[in-house]
């Protein structure tokens, strides 16, 4: 049996592990497995000695280990390293290889609906790796400007500047919590709102969504964030995170098995896997 992992902490709630697990069934590789494996900060080295085990061939990172997990790996891929991130895992000749798949998984979750984002005027909330690899896609895809809107302001200097060295054109701006009123599309790349702490939204109190912008939340469970049912109640369009998740996990699938991926097949079983985590918490909710 071979095991493709998964690497974050906690993981209670993740449905990469239906998703991916059901394109391994769909398209009949019975020899290999996606399985959680949740480890805290600290045990950085029994996560890398776990996956240069010969049965690991590839894996998916998550929240806390995205960033720190680059100095750990034999080699990176250009865009993860311009993102400084890394959320997948590849083994080429017992090589670990870091990727990013999140930057094509927001950008073809726009492209599904039809949404252009070039000359578009951008906030961003948040200066993580979602944020990181959300603004450099719009970047590449020729957006006018962004803007980080974050706690923490040196994660969104840093972010900037390295946005700024590939993309010098680019006008970017930190903390101008004024152009979020401005703004074309709104991005909840923070971790704000994420299950079990739905009622909590990133933005501003008081903040009232423009009509002609586009709340894009990254977070995917619930689907319903309080980010995106404030977005709607002003008049702005909404979208939730899951098509993204389901487009990066389709990229990773693919670079990983070499086969095309099953998206209808990975829809269905994040939705479905989507569907029983929600059912777990809502009554703790009342
Ligand atoms: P990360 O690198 O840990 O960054 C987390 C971000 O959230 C940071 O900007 C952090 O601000 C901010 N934040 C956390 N708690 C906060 C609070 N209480 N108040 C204000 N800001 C807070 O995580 P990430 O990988 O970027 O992920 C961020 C979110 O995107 C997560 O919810 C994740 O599930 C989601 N995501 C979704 C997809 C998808 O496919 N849909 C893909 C990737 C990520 P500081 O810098 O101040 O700490």
Not at 7 to 32: E, F, K, W
């Amino acid at each position: 049996m071979k095991y493709l992992y998964l690497l974050g902490y906690p993981l209670g709630h993740s449905v990469s592990p239906a998703m991916q697990n059901a394109a391994l069934r769909a398209c009949d590789i019975r020899a290999t497995r996606y399985v959680k494996n949740p480890l805290p900060p600290e045990k950085m080295r029994e996560m890398i000695l776990a996956l240069r085990a010969p049965h690991c061939i590839g894996a998916n990172v998550t929240v806390p280990h995205k960033q720190t997990i680059l100095a750990h790996l034999d080699e990176l891929t250009d865009l993860a390293r311009e993102i400084g991130a890394v959320n997948t895992i590849l083994k080429k000749d017992g090589k670990l290889i870091g990727d990013n798949t999140d930057a094509y998984g927001f950008m073809q979750a726009l492209r599904v609906r039809h949404i252009n984002s070039q000359g578009a005027r951008v906030s961003i909330l948040g200066a993580g790796g979602a944020a990181a690899a959300a603004a450099f896609a719009l970047a590449q895809a020729d957006a006018a400007e962004i803007i980080f809107l974050n706690r923490t302001l040196a994660r969104s200097v840093e972010l900037a500047d390295r946005l700024n060295k590939k993309f010098p054109y680019l006008a970017l701006a930190i903390n101008d919590w004024e152009a979020l009123a401005e703004s074309q599309l709104i991005i909840n790349a923070t971790s704000v709102g994420m299950a079990p702490r739905v009622n909590e939204s990133p933005a501003p109190k008081n903040f009232a969504f423009p009509k002609h912008a586009l709340a894009f939340d990254l977070v995917y469970n619930p689907p319903a964030t309080q980010f995106l049912r404030d977005a709607k109640r002003d008049g702005a369009r909404a979208i939730g995170g899951l098509e993204m998740l389901i487009y990066q996990g389709a990229r990773a699938f693919e670079l990983w098995t070499g086969q095309r991926a099953p998206l209808r097949v990975m829809r269905n079983a994040a939705v479905t896997a989507l569907q029983e985590i929600m059912q777990t918490y809502a009554p703790k909710l009342k």
